[in-house]
């Protein structure tokens, strides 16, 4: 059962985050090719680009529920390193719907309204993006190595 829930949980975190990190990382450079490109295949590649994001944030509400169902199978739930790794996960979390999401949809609505997107917007949210990505990626460390842990693993 544990290995199964293991399972599910890498599965979870692959398909729902790995496209909202890609996706985040590509927007803001992307935005910046508007002016020199097609506009409205540019802002179409935005666009696209922004939906991912958006869906699969709401998707990836399911590694952590995944996560703490394997926790609890596995009885780690009072671990520093699980702990840890929920307090990430929030924090990422946070940074993508407070931070990422709506510059998204600022930038996609200049793009739409046919207005020049500032560079130093496109680089903002290329921070809180890259802050986005080392939260997850630290949480997946922490989720394989998991220090202290007794199961061999």
Same mark, same amino acid.
């Given at each position: 059962?544990?290995? &199964? $829930?293991?399972?599910?949980?890498? $599965?979870?975190? &692959? !398909?729902?985050? /790995? ?8 927007? =803001? ?5 508007? =002016? ?9 590649? #935005? ?15 399911? !590694? ?23 307090? $990430? ?7 993508? #719907?407070?931070?990422?999401? =709506?510059?998204? +949809? +600022? ?6 309204? +046919?207005?020049?997107? +500032?560079?130093?917007?496109? !680089? ?14 630290? !949480?997946? #460390?922490?989720?394989?190595?998991? =220090?202290?842990?007794?199961? /061999?693993?």
């Amino acid at each position: 059962m544990t290995k &199964i $829930l293991l399972t599910l949980h890498v $599965l979870a975190a &692959i !398909v729902a985050v /790995g496209p909202v990190t890609v996706a985040a990382s590509m927007f =803001p450079p992307a935005a910046r090719r508007v =002016p020199a490109a097609d506009a409205a295949v540019a802002v179409g590649t #935005v666009r696209l680009l922004h939906r991912i994001c958006r869906v699969y944030a709401g998707i990836g509400v399911s !590694v952590p529920v995944f996560g703490l169902a394997t926790a609890l199978a596995m009885d780690v739930l009072g671990s520093g390193w699980l702990i840890a790794s929920i307090a $990430l996960t929030a924090a990422a979390a946070g940074i993508l #719907v407070a931070f990422v999401l =709506p510059r998204q +949809e +600022e930038l996609l609505d200049q793009l739409n309204a +046919e207005k020049s997107v +500032e560079r130093s917007a496109t !680089v903002q949210l290329a921070m809180f993006t890259g802050i986005f990505n080392l939260l997850w990626t630290t !949480v997946t #460390v922490l989720m394989i190595v998991r =220090p202290g842990s007794t199961t /061999g693993a």
